[in-house]
């Protein structure tokens, strides 16, 4: 059980021109909330909007969830990551993500396999240039440095900045048990997606035992205050149908797996073929309504106030507020999680 649980938003992804929540977090932050976080996929990346608001505030946080390890060498990741952490003046949580094998080979261009192996190394490279102990090398099949050929002339370098801080925060964003327990042995927090408060011991609690007193465990939770809760929920199971349909292969969906973990394995997988077909709208009403709710912030702000009790019994340090822009509702949601 959380003793005192934050509170945070989610802002996702830069989807529209422009999608500028900046109105959204200058609030979030007036009303003391914790972090902001954005997100990339396949369109908008997640350092430039997180930039953007990091020039128009001064004391919220500053977080990414994810950035997709593909995208990026780790040297570029650490470069991104320290520059925007100076700049605003050691504000920058850095999410990282391994993502999966549609976006990365077919988006990146780059093999999948061996996503724990790779997270390892991406996690020691970002860590030698932050900390500036010497120049970076890497012996790793995945990311070795120096390069061992193309003209032969690579050399250890070691940044030519010094970070404002040479430790800054990591989490990962993980769904398997096993990178959860990369996460809670290997980084500083952990970013769950799609996870029901009630289910986090029973599912993960092996994963996570070793997690050290002050890992984070920041939880997005889609949360939508109005007093039609059969609208609430339609809303609510679109990006689960997504992600279930269309974030992942066939064969190997790691949003769908979590989601038969959940206990929802044979619903999943309706919700997959409906998608996959082309009949989203059927894909959508095929999400179950429990499991939209139980991930869930829906319905009447005396029914959230009721249903926060969960996620306050729950290991979840952060709740990530998702979907939410108006400062008055912000303000609510606030006043529940303190009162």
């Known amino acids: 059980m959380t003793a005192e649980l934050k509170l945070g938003i989610n802002v996702g992804y830069w989807q529209r021109d422009p999608d500028d929540q900046t109105e959204t977090v200058l609030a979030a932050e007036r009303l003391g909330y914790d972090v902001v976080f954005t997100a990339e996929a396949y369109g908008s990346d997640a350092f430039t909007p997180l930039t953007w608001y990091a020039a128009r505030t001064s004391r919220i946080k500053l977080g990414t969830a994810v950035v997709q390890m593909s995208a990026r060498t780790p040297a570029a990741t650490a470069m991104h990551a320290l520059t925007l952490d100076a700049l605003s003046g050691g504000r920058v949580i850095l999410g990282l993500g391994a993502s999966g094998p549609q976006v990365v080979e077919g ?154 973990r959940l206990g929802y394995a044979e619903q999943a997988k309706r919700v997959q073929e409906l998608f996959l077909e082309g009949r989203r709208d059927e894909a959508i009403k095929a999400v179950p309504a429990e499991l939209a709710d139980s991930i869930s912030l829906l319905g009447p702000i005396g029914r959230i106030k009721e249903r926060l009790r969960l996620w306050r019994e729950s290991p979840v340090t952060t709740l990530l507020i998702a979907g939410v822009r108006d400062e008055a509702t912000l303000r609510e949601l606030r006043d529940l999680v303190r009162d």
Do not use: C
């Open 107 to 260: 988006w990146y261009g780059v093999p999948f396999p061996k996503p724990l192996a790779r997270t390892r190394e991406y996690l020691d490279i970002v860590r030698q240039v932050w900390r500036r102990e010497g120049p970076v090398t890497s012996e790793g099949p995945h990311y070795p440095l120096p390069y061992p050929g193309g003209a032969g002339l690579g050399k250890p370098l070691k940044s030519i900045v010094h970070p404002v801080r040479p430790e800054i925060p990591v989490y990962l964003g993980a769904e398997g048990p096993k990178n959860i327990a990369l996460a809670a042995s290997h980084t500083q927090g952990w970013l769950p997606l799609f996870v029901d408060p009630a289910q986090i011991d029973t599912l993960f609690g092996e994963s996570l035992a070793g997690r050290p007193d002050d890992f984070e465990i920041a939880a997005t939770v889609t949360t939508i205050v109005t007093d039609d809760l059969d609208s609430a929920l339609e809303f609510a199971k679109i990006p689960l149908a997504f992600y279930i349909g269309g974030m992942g292969a066939r064969d190997h969906n790691f949003h769908l797996d979590m989601i038969g």
